[in-house]
């Protein structure tokens, strides 16, 4: 495909103006693609990101296909649930299976890209109206800002503690205390980089839990994160020797299941927090999805 950059461009480095002129396409997810020769300027390979480009030249590019998403069913991941929008903030209801953002071209679509096709352009120049992320295979509230003020405002909440998320997990196990605050700092694993740990030299984290549940050989935890740490809750509850359901990074020697777990079984709950323009205090829960329930459904059957 080709597209030629706009005087509004002028000057502009190649990966900001491409991001600008791709609607879903990140400068995260086309940098990898600029420097492996994949993008024209001008009928030169470009090789450098922050090459400078002028209004009126071509930029010629073969954009790789971006597969929907999946769940973990395998059903195709096409829109986002929306359950709160205005024109600041969107509030979705995340399915496992769908990534917060890509972080390369190939990768699937994302809410990020599921956002900027429903909103069109959206703030964060990487990660276009993402404020937090849930992991890829965890369901449940997330939110999406669509205006630079509502970015700012929502970020600056999450690095001052004040919203307040309250997640669901399955365990294994029969917890030792009815509630329990877990201060463990978590850094990643140097020999497995896609984990996290429980390590000293690690960023402070800090989970507060209360049981539910209790299930034969299971239980339900409510997890209130105050801070926010790459797989935190997977990582401490494991630690706690409460290891998530289905969680195939952090569990070891648990007994097998009777029935079939597709994903770690861990949702977003629900989510408070001041509205960045209005200053109006908001909360929103969603269900934990079906097969969340038909796990607990299974279990208390036996």
Do not use: C
Not at 71 to 79: F, H, N, R
Not at 122 to 134: A, C, K, N, Q
Not at 220 to 230: L, M, N, Q, S, Y
Not at 277 to 290: I, K, T, Y
Request: charged letters at 30%; zero cysteines; glycine letters at 8%.
């Amino acid at each position: 495909m080709k597209v030629t950059v706009p005087a509004e461009l002028d000057g502009a480095r190649l990966d900001v103006a491409l991001a600008r002129l791709l609607p879903g396409w990140s400068r995260t997810r086309l940098k990898p693609l600029i420097t492996a020769g994949g993008v024209r300027v001008a009928g030169d390979v470009a090789e450098r990101a922050n090459l400078v480009v002028q209004a009126g030249d071509d930029l010629e590019l073969e954009l790789p296909d971006t597969p929907h998403a999946k769940s973990p069913s395998g059903e195709e991941i096409v829109a986002l649930r929306v359950i709160h929008e205005d024109e600041h903030v969107v509030v979705i209801d995340k399915p496992a299976g769908l990534l917060s953002h890509a972080n390369a071209p190939h990768q699937q679509k994302s809410v990020a890209e599921l956002a900027v096709e429903r909103y069109g352009d959206l703030p964060g120049e990487d990660r276009p109206g993402i404020v937090h992320r849930l992991d890829r295979l965890t369901s449940g509230v997330m939110l999406v800002a669509r205006t630079a003020e509502a970015l700012e405002g929502l970020q600056a909440q999450f690095r001052e503690r004040t919203v307040e998320k309250t997640y669901l997990a399955v365990v294994y196990g029969d917890p030792r205390f009815d509630s329990d605050w877990i201060e463990k700092p978590v850094g990643r694993d140097e020999r497995h980089p896609e984990r996290f740990r429980v390590a000293a030299d690690g960023r402070e984290a800090v989970t507060y839990y209360e049981v539910r549940e209790r299930l034969a050989g299971f239980a339900i935890i409510e997890a209130f994160p105050k801070t926010g740490r790459t797989h935190q809750i997977r990582v401490h509850l494991a630690a706690a020797e409460l290891p998530i359901v289905g969680d195939r990074l952090y569990t070891r020697g648990v007994p097998p299941l009777k029935v079939k777990v597709r994903r770690q079984l861990l949702h977003a709950a629900s989510i408070a927090f001041t509205h960045p323009v209005s200053g109006e205090r908001l909360r929103f829960e969603v269900d934990a999805p079906g097969d969340f329930q038909e796990f607990l459904k299974a279990v208390r059957i036996g």
